[in-house]
């Protein structure tokens, strides 16, 4: 096995697999659709159960997103959230949460504008564990992965269906924290259904890679959250619907927050489920 330093991510997301315990890791934009409001968010889904939380900074053009998280960056930014509010913002939810690890998926022009080696010096400061840059592919990732390692945070990468095996050995000798899988081609976003091809492809991310696998893209619902573990991956990483309940309830913050808390909470309740559907058995 190869060797990798500590990584609280993975670590915690091999004791949930080591249980049979499904993760829930869901995802939101920094300042959507305030700083105070997107901390309060952040509360909630923990409180709901939430094994680790993926985090946006909010940028103008998301090339992996779709409507609704794209309009969490546009009010996230209209109200004034900027890089270094960002910051801030992560240090305060990892001085809340100590226990809870943190993943920024982000674009790299954010990454830009501090210098590479800047952004994951403060990323490590505020608490992040894994960064996952969308739109860098693995050929000019170098910098990036170095950066990260320098500062103990995991390069996360992302395989879909159209990975060939020969880009997952290639991936598999730079990745670490886990493998985000996407449970579609295409863009975030709410979907109907978790495709039935999901298991074969998890299959093939299974032998090439030695990390847990999170799939996300389009996981929407307990019913999803129930396929994408029964299709042998170790969480789901849910966006769009959280971000979505946001929207639905800028009016009103206490119906915001008590309907994230209740979403959230049945996404978990899937997860805590897991070993009855046999996740603990499954070919690791």
């Given at each position: 096995?190869?060797?990798?330093?500590?990584?609280?991510?993975?670590?915690?997301?091999?004791?949930?697999?080591?249980?049979?315990?499904?993760?829930?890791?869901?995802?939101?934009?920094?300042?959507?659709?305030?700083?105070?409001?997107?901390?309060?968010?952040?509360?909630?889904?923990?409180?709901?159960?939430?094994?680790?939380?993926?985090?946006?900074?909010?940028?103008?053009?998301?090339?992996?997103?779709?409507?609704?998280?794209?309009?969490?960056?546009?009010?996230?930014?209209?109200?004034?959230?900027?890089?270094?509010?960002?910051?801030?913002?992560?240090?305060?939810?990892?001085?809340?949460?100590?226990?809870?690890?943190?993943?920024?998926?982000?674009?790299?022009?954010?990454?830009?504008?501090?210098?590479?080696?800047?952004?994951?010096?403060?990323?490590?400061?505020?608490?992040?564990?894994?960064v996952l840059v969308a739109d860098v592919?693995?050929?000019?990732?170098?910098?990036?992965?170095?950066?990260?390692?320098?500062?103990?945070?995991?390069?996360?990468?992302?395989?879909?269906?159209?990975?060939?095996?020969?880009?997952?050995?290639?991936?598999?000798?730079?990745?670490?924290?886990?493998?985000?899988?996407?449970?579609?081609?295409?863009?975030?976003?709410?979907?109907?259904?978790?495709?039935?091809?999901?298991?074969?492809?998890?299959?093939?991310?299974?032998?090439?890679?030695?990390?847990?696998?999170?799939?996300?893209?389009?996981?929407?619902?307990?019913?999803?959250?129930?396929?994408?573990?029964?299709?042998?991956?170790?969480?789901?990483?849910?966006?769009?619907?959280?971000v979505r309940r946001i929207a639905d309830h800028l009016d009103d913050r206490a119906?915001?927050?008590?309907?994230?808390?209740?979403?959230?909470?049945?996404?978990?309740?899937?997860?805590?489920?897991?070993?009855?559907?046999?996740?603990?058995?499954?070919?690791?």
């Amino acid at each position: 096995m190869k060797h990798r330093p500590p990584n609280r991510i993975r670590s915690r997301l091999e004791v949930l697999r080591a249980r049979g315990e499904g993760a829930f890791v869901p995802f939101l934009v920094i300042g959507d659709p305030d700083l105070e409001t997107s901390l309060a968010v952040a509360d909630a889904l923990v409180a709901a159960g939430a094994d680790a939380l993926e985090i946006g900074l909010p940028f103008s053009d998301p090339p992996a997103d779709g409507p609704v998280i794209q309009a969490a960056d546009v009010r996230a930014l209209a109200a004034g959230t900027r890089v270094d509010d960002c910051f801030v913002w992560l240090a305060e939810v990892s001085r809340r949460h100590p226990d809870v690890p943190i993943s920024l998926l982000i674009y790299f022009n954010l990454v830009m504008q501090q210098g590479i080696e800047r952004f994951y010096e403060r990323a490590a400061a505020a608490g992040v564990d894994a960064v996952l840059v969308a739109d860098v592919p693995l050929e000019e990732s170098a910098p990036l992965v170095a950066a990260a390692r320098a500062h103990r945070v995991a390069p996360v990468f992302i395989a879909s269906e159209l990975t060939t095996d020969a880009r997952l050995g290639a991936l598999a000798a730079v990745a670490d924290g886990y493998v985000y899988a996407v449970a579609r081609v295409g863009i975030t976003g709410e979907q109907h259904a978790v495709s039935a091809s999901l298991a074969g492809h998890i299959s093939r991310f299974r032998a090439a890679f030695e990390l847990p696998i999170l799939v996300g893209f389009g996981v929407s619902s307990p019913d999803h959250v129930r396929a994408v573990l029964d299709a042998g991956a170790d969480g789901a990483i849910c966006g769009s619907a959280i971000v979505r309940r946001i929207a639905d309830h800028l009016d009103d913050r206490a119906a915001m927050i008590a309907a994230i808390h209740d979403f959230a909470g049945t996404m978990k309740a899937v997860g805590l489920a897991a070993p009855a559907r046999g996740l603990g058995s499954a070919e690791l």
